[in-house]
């Protein structure tokens, strides 16, 4: 699925620091990284290798609009687009941050020469995702910028920008002597029974979630990003996304016209992000990972074309849940809210909300599935209309969170038998484990791994 000689070093387990290789060392982090950047990175920062102990960078914290957390989001965004939320945190956001309107999923093969290179190209992420995310009037030194740059006017509005950082299985291949410290569960995305895997649009080394309140910001994010880290990593798929506003109230729909995503843990409850997405202290777990989370991202094409001759009724059995609504099939009354649970104890033979239904085999509400059950979705809708066959190419950009990805896999091997089987075709996405937070101005993406 990859050429490895173009994406970076052979094994090394030493991993030499290289201060001039690939136009990517000193002289370019100096005047790329300090020079003038609102972020997190300082000028004068040197790194070790991967496996070595490596100075902290450290500069003046970018402002921040708003409050040290995400309890005043709304999730409506403002039209000017002067709301940001936080960057420094002890998780990322973009995780536990209710959707904003627009994303882009970008997945990457890095070329990076060596670990010096890698941690500079996480501490270059770091420096731009600061920025990005507090907003402000952008540095002309930074590659890319010219005097004619004004997608977003001249002063680049926060918007509820989030920038997510994930890591893919391939990183720790033998190119930066990161085996021994690759999460315990992160793997390669296997296609399932029913999937039409296409390998140019799965897997990677490196994911960044791109999310905010406006489509332009989104894509000035993912172009300032491409600008400053092109000499080490190269764009190996991508998808946008983006929600729907409420019809007519509750929570958006996809494009089946069902609500997307009802059943999510409590992000504002810490028991149950700690039991549910975030990764623990502790074996099997290595070290650094506590505070991150495994990412699952599925693009899913949906079949419209056939799904919309099926009647309201059969739509409805199959996904197990009221179209108009979004109440559960129980739920005979208008007034009953799209939130409230499907009880299945009542119901043993599906005679109300069918065993093969795509609700009651993603949650059985069994004890033998109830370790298995918990994931919590933050998915979008995207459209790259017309295939190569002028046919729409309309789905689902699925992510979810988790504290572990055998959870995520579990369910999945659940859903291989569902009705929604023949309205459905998963073609592309991959398994990926999102960093912990970025603390504090003097810490960038990754440090805990490569120092």
Request: proline letters at 8%; aromatic letters at 8%.
């Given at each position: 699925?990859?050429?490895?000689?173009?994406?970076?070093?052979?094994?090394?387990?030493?991993?030499?620091?290289?201060?001039?290789?690939?136009?990517?060392?000193?002289?370019?982090?100096?005047?790329?990284?300090?020079?003038?950047?609102?972020?997190?990175?300082?000028?004068?920062?040197?790194?070790?290798?991967c496996g070595r102990?490596?100075?902290?960078?450290?500069?003046?914290?970018?402002?921040?609009?708003?409050?040290?957390?995400?309890?005043?989001?709304?999730?409506?965004?403002?039209?000017?687009?002067?709301?940001?939320?936080?960057?420094?945190?002890?998780?990322?956001?973009?995780?536990?941050?209710?959707?904003?309107?627009?994303?882009?999923?970008?997945?990457?093969?890095?070329?990076?020469?060596?670990?010096?290179?890698?941690?500079?190209?996480?501490?270059?992420?770091?420096?731009?995702?600061?920025?990005?995310?507090?907003?402000?009037?952008?540095?002309?030194?930074?590659?890319?910028?010219?005097?004619?740059?004004?997608?977003?006017?001249?002063?680049?509005?926060?918007?509820?920008?989030?920038?997510?950082?994930?890591?893919?299985?391939?990183?720790?291949?033998?190119r930066y002597g990161?085996?021994?410290?690759?999460?315990?569960?992160?793997?390669?995305?296997?296609?399932?029974?029913?999937?039409?895997?296409?390998?140019?649009?799965?897997?990677?080394?490196?994911?960044?979630?791109?999310?905010?309140?406006?489509?332009?910001?989104?894509?000035?994010?993912?172009?300032?990003?491409?600008?400053?880290?092109?000499?080490?990593?190269?764009?190996?798929?991508?998808?946008?996304?983006?929600?729907?506003?409420?019809?007519?109230?509750?929570?958006?729909?996809?494009?089946?016209?069902?609500?997307?995503?009802?059943?999510?843990?409590?992000?504002?409850?810490?028991?149950?992000?700690?039991?549910?997405?975030?990764?623990?202290?502790?074996?099997?777990?290595?070290?650094?990972?506590?505070?991150?989370?495994?990412?699952?991202?599925?693009?899913?094409?949906?079949?419209?074309?056939?799904?919309?001759?099926?009647?309201?009724?059969?739509?409805?059995?199959?996904?197990?849940?009221?179209?108009?609504?979004?109440?559960?099939?129980?739920?005979?009354?208008?007034?009953?809210?799209?939130?409230?649970?499907?009880?299945?104890?009542?119901?043993?033979?599906?005679?109300?909300?069918?065993?093969?239904?795509?609700?009651?085999?993603?949650?059985?509400?069994?004890?033998?599935?109830?370790?298995?059950?918990?994931?919590?979705?933050?998915?979008?809708?995207?459209?790259?209309?017309?295939?190569?066959?002028?046919?729409?190419d309309m789905g689902?950009?699925?992510?979810?969170?988790?504290?572990?990805?055998?959870?995520?896999?579990?369910?999945?091997?659940?859903?291989?038998?569902?009705?929604?089987?023949?309205?459905?075709?998963?073609?592309?996405?991959?398994?990926?484990?999102?960093?912990?937070?970025?603390?504090?101005?003097?810490?960038?993406?990754?440090?805990?791994?490569?120092?």
């Open positions: 699925m990859r050429d490895e000689e173009s994406r970076g070093p052979a094994a090394d387990q030493n991993c030499p620091v290289s201060e001039s290789s690939s136009g990517f060392g000193r002289r370019w982090f100096l005047r790329n990284v300090g020079g003038g950047v609102a972020g997190t990175v300082a000028a004068g920062a040197l790194v070790g290798g102990a490596a100075t902290r960078p450290g500069a003046a914290s970018p402002p921040q609009n708003g409050g040290s957390n995400e309890d005043d989001y709304n999730l409506e965004a403002t039209e000017d687009g002067r709301r940001s939320i936080p960057f420094h945190g002890q998780y990322q956001a973009g995780i536990a941050t209710p959707p904003q309107t627009a994303a882009t999923f970008l997945a990457f093969d890095v070329t990076a020469a060596d670990c010096g290179q890698l941690t500079q190209l996480f501490q270059t992420l770091t420096a731009r995702a600061a920025f990005l995310t507090a907003g402000g009037v952008p540095s002309a030194d930074s590659p890319g910028a010219h005097s004619d740059d004004r997608l977003l006017g001249s002063t680049v509005p926060p918007d509820d920008l989030t920038v997510t950082v994930a890591l893919g299985a391939s990183l720790f291949d033998g990161l085996g021994p410290r690759k999460p315990a569960q992160l793997e390669t995305m296997q296609a399932f029974a029913h999937d039409n895997l296409d390998p140019a649009i799965c897997d990677g080394d490196l994911l960044v979630q791109l999310c905010a309140g406006h489509r332009d910001t989104v894509g000035h994010a993912m172009l300032d990003i491409l600008a400053n880290t092109s000499a080490v990593m190269r764009v190996r798929w991508r998808i946008d996304g983006y929600r729907f506003p409420p019809r007519p109230v509750g929570i958006p729909r996809d494009w089946m016209g069902f609500k997307d995503g009802i059943t999510n843990p409590d992000t504002e409850d810490a028991t149950d992000m700690n039991q549910q997405v975030w990764t623990q202290p502790g074996a099997p777990e290595p070290a650094w990972t506590a505070g991150g989370t495994y990412q699952v991202v599925r693009i899913i094409r949906m079949l419209l074309d056939q799904w919309n001759k099926v009647p309201v009724e059969q739509q409805e059995r199959i996904f197990g849940r009221r179209k108009l609504s979004g109440a559960p099939l129980y739920a005979t009354s208008p007034d009953v809210p799209d939130t409230s649970d499907p009880i299945y104890t009542n119901d043993p033979q599906g005679l109300v909300t069918p065993l093969n239904c795509h609700i009651r085999l993603a949650n059985p509400q069994t004890p033998e599935t109830l370790a298995t059950s918990s994931i919590l979705r933050r998915s979008f809708q995207y459209d790259r209309s017309p295939d190569q066959a002028g046919n729409p689902h950009a699925f992510c979810c969170f988790q504290q572990q990805l055998s959870t995520y896999i579990a369910m999945q091997n659940r859903l291989e038998n569902e009705a929604l089987v023949p309205f459905i075709s998963p073609i592309g996405g991959g398994y990926f484990f999102a960093l912990p937070g970025v603390t504090d101005a003097n810490d960038y993406y990754a440090r805990t791994l490569l120092v």
